[in-house]
């Protein structure tokens, strides 16, 4: 064999375990949460050999799974598509208007990225509590929709759209909204489903904020519910790896279907901040 052919055997061996070593938890979560907890306890085998949905329908019928799955679903749905607009419409001002101050502001969001999110949540939790959101969907969603990244990726698009496009459509008495929403997004619906994938994803793992502001059962996300069931029912091993499995299916199926998207998202978002 040549070297190359060496280079390229080894780089896939290297691939190989790589990804074993990425499945292999999943793996053994799955093997557990499919097994009774005595087996669990009693037997550390790592075959999957047994069937057992006795945890999956514990998890279902003795906990607020399906209402914490509405409130993961409607909240990071909601997340998703304001930060979205509101991203696309900030950076469109920015890229294609001109007002005083312009630039500062741009700097100013720029900047947003030294500081780090936990640094402001007591800021945040004072002013929702001050406004009355404690334990409300809105309390959960407000303090999510600062995304410096999105502004910053689609400015880096409208840029790059020539001025001849957005003159022809001024000539031809279209406003600015018809601009943005007729020309600009569609020439851009590549990015925004790749930063819509990757900001419903950030929004559906999101743990520590909903942990402090949701104080009642009825509205935490999936991601408090879990530490929630831990509580009420004690260690129960193979309950508790159906509850994560069930927790993640929706983010793993929405990797799998959108993988492309995803790692698309993913290079965008560290291009802009490296």
């Keep these: 064999m040549t070297a190359k052919q060496w280079r390229n055997i080894s780089l896939t061996a290297l691939i190989l375990i790589a990804a074993a070593i ?23 085998g790592v075959w999957l050999d047994e069937l057992n949905f006795s945890a999956y329908i514990q998890v279902l019928s003795t906990s607020k799974l399906p209402l914490w799955y509405l409130n993961s679903v409607g909240t990071s749905l909601i997340i998703t598509v304001l930060v979205l607009l509101f991203g696309m419409m900030c950076a469109y001002a920015l890229s294609q208007l001109q007002f ?13 990225f030294m500081v780090p999110a936990p640094a402001l949540y007591v800021a945040k939790f004072i002013l929702m ?36 496009m957005r003159e022809a459509v001024l000539l031809d008495g279209g406003s600015e909204f018809v601009l943005l929403f007729k020309l600009y997004l569609p020439l851009n619906w590549g990015i925004t489903t790749a930063l ?3 900001t419903f994803i950030g929004a559906w793992n999101n743990f520590f ?31 508790t790896m159906a509850l994560a ?15 492309k998207r995803v790692t698309e998202a993913v290079m965008i978002s560290a291009g802009v901040k490296g």
């Design 209 to 239: 904020w909903p942990f402090l502001i949701v104080t009642g059962e009825n509205m935490m996300t999936i991601p408090v519910g879990i530490t929630q069931v831990d509580d009420a029912f004690g260690v129960a091993y193979a309950r």
């Design 196 to 198: 819509a994938i990757i």
């Design 245 to 259: 499995l069930l927790a993640a299916a929706p983010v793993i199926i929405g990797y799998l279907i959108f993988q």
């Design 129 to 164: 509590s001050d406004m009355g959101l404690v334990n409300t969907w809105w309390g959960i969603i407000l303090p999510q929709l600062i995304v410096p990244v999105v502004v910053i990726v689609y400015k880096q698009f409208f840029d790059a759209i020539p001025k001849e």
């Design 100 to 112: 005083p101050g312009r630039r500062v502001l741009y700097l100013v969001i720029v900047a947003s």
């Design 22 to 44: 990425w499945v292999f938890p999943l793996y053994w979560a799955l093997t557990t949460s499919l097994r009774s907890e005595m087996r669990v306890v009693s037997d550390a």
